[in-house]
C-alpha cells in the first residue's frame, strides 16, 4: 500500500518504539472486550476494541495499512483507562503500548494533541456560540485572578473542560489562596508514635485547586503514625504529558522527581491522586533505554503508595470512624489507582469501617467516568455518553455521596450531578475530603 | 473464488437496505474484522455490513446472491479455527443490532433470541426466573449465542448437561437464496421432516444465516459444590477421570489442567493454586443437595484412592466462581509463554482420557515441541496447546507434524479432530480423516445444494485439498505461507 512520508515516518517510529513480542502477547481472544467502555458505548464496535487497537498497531507497523484518520480516530477514541489490563489473561501490557504509540504520532505529526484540541474547541466550538464564549471569558478572568493559569496552561489544564460548558462554573473548587500553599511546611511530625517515615506527592493539580484535601491528606498521614516529609522541588508526575504524547517531557519530570524523592530515603512516597499514583508507578516504563534510571525509578516505584493502602496499612480504621450524620455513600474506582496500581479493596475497606455510613456498590464503578484526563475535552461526545450512562447508576445506588480517589474523577462526577440535575441531593467528594467532612475519629493525642 | 472489490454503486445499496452508520468500510474497520481468535489468519474484507433485522438480511443476502459477494457472518469472532476471517474478501455481516431476548416462555421452557445476544447476559437472564441454559463455553462472557449455535460449542457444564445442539429447539434462517426457513419451535417432539435444526447447528455460517433462535431451557439445579483436586502424576488425574465416570457419577463439570497451564493461570488469576503439581482436576456437582453431597465424596474419594495430593471442596459460592473464572482463562493465559499459541481440539472417548494424554507428551518430545494441555476431560475433550513462534518456521513445520500425528493418534482411538471448536479453515484438511471420502462427498452435496455459487461462509470447512495423513511436507497449505500470502 502506497503511503505517505508521514505514514512511513510512523510505521518506522512503531517498529522502533514498540516490539513486536509485546503486540504478539495477544492471542485475540476478545476477553478485554466486555471491560473496555469504548467497545461497549460504540455499540461493539471492533475498531474502538481492545484487541482491535492492538490489531490496528501490528497492521500499521507491518505496513498492512498506513496511519491514517480512521486509525488516529480508533485511538483518540481509547479512553487510556486500561481497563483492558486486568481483564487480560495474557498479560498483555496495552497502556504502554498505547503511550509509544501516541508518542511515536506526536512525535512525526509535531503539533501536539493538546494543543491542536484547544485550538479546535476555540475555534470550533467556543467562538461560534456567544454565549459559551462569555463564560470561557468569565473562567478565564476567573484563572487570571487567581493565579492559576500559569500553572494550568503548563499542564494542559484547560482540557479538562468539557466541550459543553455547561456547569463548569459549578463544578469548579473555590481556588485556594496561593499564599497559604507557598508558607505550608515541608516537614510534619508523626501524631503519637512513629510508625513510618513518608514523602508526600502533592501533584500539580492537587496543590492549586484541591489545597484543602492535601493538607487534610498530611493530617491523616500524621494521625496515622507518619512523619511526612513535602519535598520542595518535586514537580508534576508527567501523565497528562506522557498520556497526549508528550513523552519526552514526562521524561524530564520523572527524573526530577525520582531526584528528589529518593534523596529523603523514606518508607513510603504517597499520594492521593489515582492517576498521578499510577503513572509514578509506572516510570519503570519511561526507562526502557536508560538502564541506570530504570532501576532507581523501579525503587522508587517500590514506595509508591496511595493514601487508601497506607491508611488501611497503619490501621486507620482503630480510630473508631464514625460517620457524624447517617449517610449512604458510594465509590467511583479512579481507573488508572484500580487497573494499573491495582488498589481495589483497600478504599472500600475504608469506607466500609465508618459507622454509620452505608456503603453501596456502584454497578459497574470498575469502568472509567468518561474523564480519562484530557478525554472529556478530545472526545466529548464519547465522554459524555459514558457519563451520562454512568449517572443513571450512581442514582441506583441512591447514595448521597459519591466518593472518588482522584481529582479528575472528581471533576467528572460533579459535571454528571450537575447534568442530570441531582445538584441538590448528591455530592461527589474526594475521599480524604469525605473523611475530613464527614466522620469523626476518636484520634490518638 | 477472487476477492472482489466493492464498486461505489452497490456500497450505497449496502447502505440503502441498512442506514448509512452500519456499513463500515474504511480500512481501520475493515482490518478490525480481518482476523478471529485463531493465530496465524488474517484477511480482510471489503465492508462490514450490520442488518437490523431479518428483513435487512434477505435483502443483503438476495443482493450478494446477485453479485457473487461472499457474505462471513461474524458474532464476536472468539472461534479458534478461522471461521469468521474473510479469506475471500466480500462482507463481514454483523449482528450487533440484532442482540435481542425476545421472549422467555415459562410455559413451554424456551426463551427466543436474536443471534447477537452475548451468551452469558442469556445464561443470566433466564436464572433470574429459576431456570437454566446450561452450555457455557469459556468464552461465554464475549461469544453470542449465534456464534455458539454456528461451531456447537460445549462448555464446562458439557459432560452432564450436553452441548449447544442440545437446547436449539428452532430456528429463524436465511439461505443463500434470500429463502427463509422456519425449524423446529417450541416443541418438546417434532419428528416433521428432515431434523433442518440439527443440520444448521454446527454449519459454521456455511449453510444459513440464524437471525433467531428458539433454545430450551431446563430447571435451575438447586444446588451445587465444587471441588479441585491436586495430583503429582498427569496420568493419576487423567486415571481419576476414567475411574470416575464409570462408576456411573456424570459430575456437572470434570475439567482438567497440566502443570504448565496452572502455572500461567495462577499467574494471572492470583488465587492460590499450586504450581508445583502436575495437574489439577476441577470437579462439581449440581442437583438435589443430598444426592450431590453424596456424589461428591464419593468423587473425592476416588481422587484420594488414585493417589490426589491434596483435594479440596470450595467454602462458597464465590470460591467455586473463581476456580472456574480461573479455568476459563487457560487457553489466553498460556499465550504469555510464547509469540504464538495454537490450540487444538482433539476429542477421545472418555474412556481414552488417560491413553490420550500419554500420547500426547509422547508426541510433544518426538517432535520437541512444547504442548501444555487443558480440556474438558470428562468429555474426552483436550486442549492440547502448542507454545510456538510463527517466526520460527523450522519449529513451526515440527508443530504441524505433532498436530497431524496427535489428530492422527486421537482418530485411531475413536476420536474426532474437533470436538467442539469447529473445523473452520483451520481444520478443514484434516476433516477427511476422520469423516472420509464419502463422508465428505454428502456434505459437499448439501452444500451445494443449498448454496451452488459458496458465497456462505466461503473457504470454511471445505479444504482445498487434504492433508495427506501423518506424513507431512510442506506444501502451500501450511498456514504460515497463507499467511503471508493473503495478509
Ligand atoms: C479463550 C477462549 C475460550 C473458548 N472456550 C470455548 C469452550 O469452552 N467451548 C467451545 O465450544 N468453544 C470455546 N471457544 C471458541 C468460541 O468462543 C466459540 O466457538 C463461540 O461459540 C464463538 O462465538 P462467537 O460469537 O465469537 O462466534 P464467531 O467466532 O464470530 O463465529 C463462529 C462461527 O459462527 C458463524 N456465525 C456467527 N454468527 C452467525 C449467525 N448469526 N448465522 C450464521 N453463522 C454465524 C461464523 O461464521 C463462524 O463460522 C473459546 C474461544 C476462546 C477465545
Ligand atoms: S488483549 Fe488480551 S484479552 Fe484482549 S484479545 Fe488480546 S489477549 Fe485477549
Ligand atoms: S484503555 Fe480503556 S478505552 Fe482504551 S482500549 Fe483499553 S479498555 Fe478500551
Redesign the pocket.
Given at each position: 500500500m502506497t503511503q505517505t512520508v508521514t505514514q512511513q515516518k510512523i510505521r518506522q517510529g512503531f517498529k522502533d518504539a514498540i516490539q513486536e513480542e509485546s503486540l504478539l502477547d495477544c492471542?485475540?481472544?476478545?476477553?478485554c472486550l466486555p471491560s473496555c467502555p469504548t467497545y461497549v458505548h460504540t455499540n461493539y464496535d471492533e475498531t474502538h476494541s481492545p484487541r482491535g487497537r492492538i490489531a490496528l498497531m501490528k497492521a500499521v507497523r507491518e505496513g498492512l495499512i498506513p496511519w491514517d484518520d480512521d486509525v488516529e480516530h480508533s485511538f483518540n477514541v481509547c479512553l487510556g483507562c486500561r481497563a483492558c489490563e486486568p481483564a487480560c489473561?495474557a498479560g498483555v501490557q496495552y497502556g504502554h503500548m498505547l503511550e509509544s504509540a501516541r508518542a511515536v504520532v506526536k512525535e512525526v505529526k509535531k503539533t501536539g494533541i493538546i494543543e491542536k484540541t484547544v485550538r479546535n474547541v476555540a475555534f470550533n466550538h467556543l467562538f461560534q456560540d456567544q454565549k459559551k464564549l462569555s463564560r470561557a471569558t468569565n473562567l478565564l478572568h476567573y484563572y487570571q485572578r487567581t493565579g492559576v493559569q500559569k500553572i494550568a496552561r503548563k499542564i494542559g489544564f484547560l482540557s479538562l473542560f468539557p466541550e459543553q460548558m455547561r456547569g463548569m462554573e459549578k463544578i469548579l473548587p473555590t481556588v485556594p489562596n496561593q499564599k497559604d500553599l507557598k508558607e505550608r511546611g515541608t516537614y510534619f511530625s508523626a501524631i503519637g508514635e512513629t510508625k513510618a517515615t513518608v514523602a508526600f506527592f502533592t501533584g500539580c493539580l492537587m496543590d492549586t485547586l484541591f489545597t484543602e484535601t492535601n493538607n487534610s491528606t498530611i493530617k491523616f498521614l500524621q494521625h496515622a503514625g507518619c512523619a511526612v516529609y513535602i519535598p520542595k522541588d518535586q514537580a508534576c508526575c508527567g501523565a497528562l504529558h506522557a498520556h497526549s504524547g508528550e513523552k519526552k517531557s514526562a521524561i524530564t519530570l520523572a527524573k526530577r522527581n525520582i531526584e528528589a524523592f529518593e534523596s529523603l530515603s523514606v518508607d513510603f512516597v504517597v499520594n492521593n491522586a489515582g492517576g498521578c499514583g499510577a503513572f509514578l508507578h509506572d516510570y519503570p516504563y519511561l526507562f526502557e533505554q536508560e538502564s541506570n534510571w530504570q532501576s532507581r525509578a523501579k525503587v522508587f516505584q517500590q514506595k509508591v503508595t496511595d493514601i487508601s493502602t497506607i491508611l488501611s496499612k497503619l490501621e486507620f480504621s482503630n480510630f473508631k470512624l464514625k460517620a457524624k450524620v447517617p449517610v449512604v455513600i458510594t465509590y467511583q474506582d479512579s481507573c488508572h489507582l484500580r487497573n494499573v496500581t491495582k488498589v481495589i479493596s483497600e478504599p472500600r475497606k475504608l469506607l466500609k469501617s465508618i459507622e454509620n455510613a452505608y456503603f453501596v456498590e456502584l454497578d459497574g464503578a470498575d469502568q472509567c467516568c468518561g474523564s480519562a484526563g484530557i478525554y472529556n475535552l478530545l472526545q466529548s461526545e464519547m465522554s459524555m455518553k459514558i457519563l451520562d450512562d454512568k449517572m443513571e447508576k450512581v442514582k441506583d445506588t441512591k447514595a448521597t455521596v459519591v466518593i472518588t480517589s482522584n481529582p479528575g474523577c472528581l471533576l467528572q462526577m460533579k459535571l454528571g450531578i450537575e447534568r442530570s440535575g441531582l445538584s441538590s441531593q448528591m455530592e461527589s467528594m474526594h475521599i480524604v475530603d469525605f473523611l475530613s467532612d464527614y466522620v469523626s475519629f476518636e484520634m490518638s493525642e | 473464488m477472487k476477492a472482489i472489490k466493492l464498486s461505489s454503486k452497490i456500497l450505497s445499496l449496502f447502505k440503502r437496505i441498512v442506514g448509512e452508520e452500519n456499513v463500515q468500510i474504511s480500512l481501520a474497520q475493515r482490518l478490525a474484522y480481518s482476523y478471529?481468535?485463531t493465530a496465524m489468519y488474517q484477511s480482510m474484507p471489503e465492508a462490514v455490513v450490520s442488518p437490523r433485522n431479518t428483513k435487512e438480511v434477505v435483502e443483503i443476502v438476495r443482493l450478494c446472491n446477485s453479485q457473487k459477494i461472499p457474505i462471513?457472518?461474524?458474532?464476536?469472532?472468539?472461534?479458534?479455527?478461522a471461521?469468521?476471517v474473510p479469506t475471500f474478501g466480500g462482507i463481514v455481516?454483523l449482528?450487533k443490532n440484532?442482540n435481542r431476548i425476545l421472549e422467555l416462555d415459562e410455559e413451554n421452557l424456551t426463551l427466543t433470541v436474536q443471534?447477537?445476544v452475548?451468551?452469558k447476559d442469556l445464561i443470566e437472564h433466564v436464572e433470574k426466573f429459576g431456570l437454566f441454559y446450561p452450555?457455557?463455553?469459556?468464552?461465554?462472557k464475549?461469544?453470542?449465542?449465534?456464534?455458539?449455535?454456528?461451531?456447537?460449542?460445549?462448555?464446562?457444564r458439557?459432560l452432564k448437561y450436553g452441548?449447544?445442539r442440545d437446547y436449539v429447539s428452532g430456528l429463524e434462517?436465511v439461505l443463500p437464496n434470500g429463502d427463509v426457513v422456519r425449524t423446529g419451535g417450541k416443541l418438546a417432539k417434532d419428528v416433521a421432516g428432515y431434523d433442518l435444526t440439527s443440520l444448521?447447528v454446527g454449519?459454521?455460517?456455511?449453510l444459513?444465516?440464524?437471525?433467531e433462535a428458539t433454545l430450551s431451557l431446563v430447571p435451575l439445579p438447586e444446588y451445587k459444590e465444587t471441588m479441585i483436586a491436586y495430583y503429582d502424576s498427569l496420568e493419576h488425574a487423567a486415571e481419576t477421570v476414567s475411574q470416575i465416570i464409570a462408576s456411573k457419577i456424570i459430575p456437572t463439570t470434570l475439567e482438567f489442567m497440566d502443570q504448565a497451564t496452572i502455572e500461567v493461570v495462577e499467574d494471572f488469576a492470583k488465587i492460590g493454586l499450586p504450581t508445583d503439581v502436575e495437574a489439577i482436576l476441577l470437579i462439581e456437582q449440581d442437583g438435589p443437595q443430598s444426592i450431590v453431597q453424596q456424589e461428591m465424596q464419593q468423587m473425592e474419594k476416588i481422587c484420594q484412592q488414585n493417589r490426589a495430593r491434596k483435594v479440596i471442596l470450595a467454602s462458597n459460592q464465590e470460591e467455586a466462581e473463581e476456580l472456574r473464572t480461573a479455568r476459563?482463562?487457560?487457553?489466553?493465559a498460556l499465550a504469555r509463554k510464547s509469540p504464538t499459541t495454537i490450540l487444538e481440539d482433539a476429542t477421545v472417548p472418555r474412556s481414552k482420557i488417560a491413553e490420550m494424554v500419554r500420547e500426547i507428551g509422547k508426541i510433544a518430545s518426538k517432535y520437541n515441541v512444547k504442548i501444555c494441555t487443558f480440556g474438558?476431560a470428562g468429555d474426552g475433550n483436550l486442549h492440547p496447546t502448542c507454545l510456538t513462534d510463527a517466526r520460527n518456521h523450522d519449529e513451526m513445520e515440527r508443530v504441524e507434524q505433532a498436530f497431524a500425528e496427535i489428530f492422527q493418534v486421537s482418530i485411531e482411538l475413536g476420536g474426532t479432530i474437533t470436538?467442539?471448536?469447529?473445523v473452520?479453515e483451520m481444520k478443514a484438511p484434516y476433516l477427511e480423516w476422520k469423516l472420509g471420502r464419502e463422508g465428505i462427498e454428502v456434505m459437499k452435496k448439501i452444500k451445494d445444494s443449498i448454496d451452488p455459487y459458496h458465497l456462505?461462509?466461503p473457504g470454511?470447512i471445505f479444504a482445498k485439498s487434504t492433508k495427506k495423513r501423518v506424513v507431512v511436507e510442506s506444501d502451500t497449505n501450511s498456514h504460515t505461507a497463507k499467511d503471508q500470502a493473503r495478509v
Open positions: 492471542m485475540r481472544c476478545g476477553f489473561p | 478471529d481468535a462471513v457472518p461474524r458474532g464476536s469472532g472468539t472461534n479458534l479455527a471461521g469468521t455481516l449482528f440484532m443471534p447477537g452475548i451468551t452450555p457455557d463455553p469459556s468464552s461465554m464475549i461469544s453470542t449465542i449465534g456464534g455458539n449455535i454456528n461451531e456447537n460449542s460445549g462448555g464446562l458439557g452441548v449447544t434462517v444448521f454449519s459454521e455460517g456455511t444459513g444465516i440464524v437471525t476459563r482463562a487457560a487457553l489466553s474438558h470436538g467442539e471448536h469447529g473452520g456462505f461462509n470454511k
